[in-house]
C-alpha cells in the first residue's frame, strides 16, 4: 500500500484556512487545559461540592485534559508538516492502523465528557427523587462514574469496528476514510445526547425550583 499523498492532501496541508484551523484549536486547547487544571486544583481542595459529585467532575476534567494533549501533539504535527514537508508528499501522511489507538482515545475522552454530563444529570435526579440517596450517594456516583468509563472506552471499537485501516491520514484526528459515515453516525448521538442533556437539565432545575417555593 502507498503512503504518498495524493493531490488532495498536499492542497489542504497547504491550505491557509487548515492551518489557520490548528492554530486556533492550538490556542483553545491550551486555555482548556489551563483552565482545567486550575478547575481541577479548585475542585479538589477548595471545592464545597459533595464528594460523590466531585468524582463525576474530575472524571470530567480528566477527560478534557487528555483529549487537550493528544489533540495539540496532532495539531503541532500538522503544523510542522505544512511549514517543513510540504513537498515531501510520501512522508506527510500516517497510517491509519497506527492512528487508530490515539483516534479511539480522543473518541473515548469525547465521548466521556459528555456522557459525565448525563452522569452528574442523573445523579441529581436520584437525588432529587430517591429518599435514602444521602446514604448511598457514594455508592451511586461510583456505579455511574464506572459505567461512563467502560461505555466511553469502547465508542472508538465501535467507530473502528470493521474498517479494515488499510488508509492513510493527514493527522490522527482524521476519521479513517471507510468509518466515514459512521463517523457521521457517531456525531449525531453526541448532538443528540448533548440536547437531551440540556433539556433534562432545565427541566431538572425548574423541578427543583418549584419546590423549594412549596
Given at each position: 500500500?502507498?503512503?504518498?499523498?495524493?493531490?488532495?492532501?498536499?492542497?489542504?496541508?497547504?491550505?491557509?484556512?487548515?492551518?489557520?484551523?490548528?492554530?486556533?484549536?492550538?490556542?483553545?486547547?491550551?486555555?482548556?487545559?489551563?483552565?482545567?487544571?486550575?478547575?481541577?486544583?479548585?475542585?479538589?481542595?477548595?471545592?464545597?461540592?459533595?464528594?460523590s459529585?466531585?468524582?463525576?467532575?474530575?472524571?470530567?476534567?480528566?477527560?478534557?485534559?487528555?483529549?487537550?494533549?493528544?489533540?495539540?501533539?496532532?495539531?503541532?504535527?500538522?503544523?510542522?508538516?505544512?511549514?517543513?514537508?510540504?513537498h515531501?508528499?510520501?512522508?506527510?501522511?500516517?497510517?491509519?492502523?497506527?492512528?487508530?489507538?490515539?483516534?479511539?482515545i480522543?473518541?473515548?475522552?469525547?465521548?466521556?465528557?459528555?456522557?459525565?454530563?448525563?452522569?452528574?444529570?442523573?445523579?441529581?435526579?436520584?437525588?432529587?427523587?430517591?429518599?435514602?440517596?444521602?446514604?448511598?450517594?457514594?455508592?451511586?456516583?461510583?456505579?455511574?462514574?464506572?459505567?461512563?468509563?467502560?461505555?466511553?472506552?469502547?465508542?472508538?471499537?465501535?467507530?473502528?469496528?470493521?474498517?479494515?485501516?488499510?488508509?492513510a491520514?493527514?493527522?490522527?484526528?482524521?476519521?479513517p476514510k471507510?468509518?466515514?459515515?459512521?463517523s457521521?453516525?457517531?456525531?449525531?448521538?453526541?448532538?443528540?445526547?448533548?440536547m437531551?442533556?440540556?433539556?433534562?437539565?432545565?427541566?431538572?432545575?425548574?423541578?427543583?425550583?418549584?419546590?423549594?417555593?412549596?
Open positions: 500500500m502507498s503512503t504518498c499523498a495524493t493531490q488532495t492532501d498536499l492542497d489542504r496541508l497547504a491550505s491557509l484556512n487548515f492551518i489557520i484551523s490548528q492554530f486556533v484549536n492550538l490556542f483553545t486547547a491550551l486555555i482548556t487545559f489551563s483552565a482545567s487544571i486550575f478547575a481541577l486544583k479548585l475542585l479538589i481542595f477548595h471545592s464545597i461540592l459533595e464528594n459529585t466531585k468524582l463525576l467532575l474530575i472524571l470530567n476534567l480528566a477527560y478534557a485534559i487528555i483529549y487537550q494533549i493528544f489533540y495539540s501533539i496532532e495539531a503541532t504535527t500538522v503544523v510542522y508538516k505544512h511549514f517543513n514537508l510540504e515531501e508528499k510520501c512522508e506527510i501522511l500516517k497510517l491509519e492502523k497506527s492512528c487508530a489507538p490515539i483516534n479511539q480522543l473518541l473515548g475522552c469525547s465521548s466521556g465528557m459528555i456522557f459525565c454530563q448525563t452522569g452528574l444529570i442523573l445523579e441529581r435526579t436520584i437525588a432529587t427523587f430517591y429518599k435514602d440517596y444521602c446514604r448511598h450517594h457514594y455508592l451511586i456516583s461510583s456505579l455511574i462514574t464506572l459505567i461512563i468509563l467502560v461505555i466511553s472506552s469502547q465508542i472508538g471499537r465501535l467507530v473502528y469496528w470493521d474498517d479494515p485501516l488499510n488508509a491520514s493527514l493527522a490522527c484526528f482524521v476519521f471507510q468509518s466515514a459515515q459512521r457521521l453516525i457517531y456525531f449525531l448521538c453526541c448532538t443528540v445526547v448533548t437531551l442533556n440540556l433539556t433534562a437539565s432545565i427541566w431538572l432545575k425548574r423541578y427543583n425550583k418549584k419546590l423549594e417555593y412549596q
